[in-house]
């Protein structure tokens, strides 16, 4: 019998609909074997992956390069964190920066002022991106100064426009790696929902992307916008558990009517009979 019965058969048959790619999981700097493993198990769920912070480019240039070479293997794109960009752009190598990030084979820069300053205008640094073959998206939000208030959220709109006008094709809501007294979350980690819902009406759920670094914030995003959202900063190991709530196959999940999968239609006893899939 071993083949004749398959995962993706039996998750149709409970209800578990077809989910766009909706998961940005970030490589801290786990060895190439690591990466290689998750992907080999995941990548069939990833939108796009992120070298995070600027590991890889203090890691050996060797293993960088063979990370990315096994993501293309998986048709699974690359972009760098926003942190990289931040101090190329203060130390006036913005072009030596993007030059490499085209060499190594990135398929895309994250931008971002979270603890810089940002003097360039958005068109200049998409033109740059684009003229070497790069894409760009922007993260919004600063790293250091707390949870996000509402004249904040509203100015990080008018952000976000701006860099999407000027070709950005993302935008990423900031979180950092506690998801607490950062952007969406206050002190205590509790999510506000107000905020993130306007950001989600200004740019669609497509276009916005959730930084949601640890369970709670990974389970109050879900919860509240159902299993379209995209979320990003997921470390690799937790991108399975993230991928059953996801689908409402996590026993917290089953029990939200906007996870849960839809009830099934009871099979005939000819399709039974047949082993309908």
Known sequence: MAGKYHTADYLRRIGVPPIPLCLSPFDPGYDPQTLEGHLEQSSHLIAILKLSMA?????????????IAAAKKHNVPTVTGGGPFEIAVAQGELPAYLDLCADIGVTRIECGEGFTDMPLPAADVVRMAVGRGLEVQFELGKKH??????????????????WLDAGAVQLVVEARESARGVGLFDDAGRFNHCYADRF?????????????????????????FGRDVHLCNVRLEEILRVEIY???????????SNLRPARPEPLSQTDNARGRP
């Open 55 to 67: 590991c890889w480019l203090v890691a050996s240039e060797g293993a960088t390069r063979r990370k």
């Open 145 to 162: 100064t707390g949870s996000f208030t509402a004249d904040v959220v509203r100015e990080l709109i008018d952000q976000g426009r701006r």
């Open 246 to 256: 996801r689908r409402g196959l996590h026993s917290d999940a089953f029990a939200r």
């Open 200 to 224: 989600a009406d200004a740019f669609g759920l497509r276009t916005v992307v959730f930084e949601a670094p640890n369970k709670p914030s990974q389970f109050a995003l879900l919860d509240h």
